[in-house]
């Protein structure tokens, strides 16, 4: 629903933050809630063209994507965050519709 916030605890102290036209922004958070510092690579698409990069997120640290109507107004792809003992993929769609948003997806874990 528009104007929410509402964030998920994915696992080994990551947490998906989704911000629905609260103050103007439309997107996603990935959240470093420890104090180790992660790698975040992705592969996404949107209305605009296909996106593969990466960043290191430090501890208390996060990292960003947009997916407001009036820019990209969806993405669909892959996030994978590594730890030094563990890796998450997040396979995801979220979707501005406007008046509220739509973010699904599944998260795999690896430890070791």
Not at 2 to 10: F, M, R, S, T
Not at 27 to 43: R, V
Not at 67 to 90: D, M, W
Request: contains cysteine.
């Amino acid at each position: 629903m528009a104007g929410e916030d509402i964030a998920q605890n994915l696992g080994d102290e990551l947490q998906l933050l989704t911000v629905c036209h609260d103050g103007g922004q439309v997107s996603m958070h990935f959240q470093n809630l420890g104090s180790t510092a992660a790698t975040l690579n992705w592969f996404y698409g949107d209305a605009e063209a296909a996106r593969a990069s990466g960043a290191n997120v430090a501890g208390g640290g996060e990292q960003s994507f947009s997916f407001l109507s009036s820019g990209p107004k969806r993405i669909e792809g892959q996030f994978i965050y590594s730890l030094p003992a563990a890796v998450l993929t997040v396979n995801l769609h979220a979707f501005d519709g406007g008046t509220f948003c739509e973010v699904r997806g599944t998260v795999e874990t690896a430890s070791g």
